[in-house]
């Protein structure tokens, strides 16, 4: 994934800390989770980037929350089970950090616009 260049909408493996985890004083992700890249910038010859967590628990009332659809989730090659992008938390890093993931073999990586 070196060479990936991380664009809003790209969809990538993450170690993701929950704001709770982070709460609790833990200090990095429990395992890592699909993430869709919300804001890539390049400043100062760095590149900083902000991701959202996808989650297959389905969140409370109380969550800023978008489901993905069916098609999507195929097209990303995850369980075609209900998920959500979690929309009112994110992770920043500057890229490429140490909790971004291995690439398994599948289709994680792209982007959430399916060209179908």
């Known amino acids: 994934m070196a060479g990936l260049t991380p664009e809003p909408g ?11 985890e982070h709460e609790a004083g833990e200090e ?5 989770r699909p993430v869709v890249v919300v804001i890539s910038e390049a400043t100062a010859g760095k590149r900083r980037v902000a991701v959202a967590p996808v989650t297959s628990q389905e969140p409370d009332a109380t969550r800023h929350a978008q489901e993905i659809p069916r098609r999507v989730l195929v097209h990303l090659g995850l369980p075609a089970h209900r998920s959500w992008v979690i929309c009112d938390e994110f992770n920043a890093f500057d890229w490429l950090g140490p909790d971004v993931g291995v690439m398994p073999e599948g289709k994680l990586g792209l982007a959430m616009s399916p060209t179908l």
């Open 28 to 32: 990095s992700g429990r395992k890592a």
């Open 10 to 20: 790209l969809v990538i493996p993450y170690f993701y800390l929950w704001r709770r």
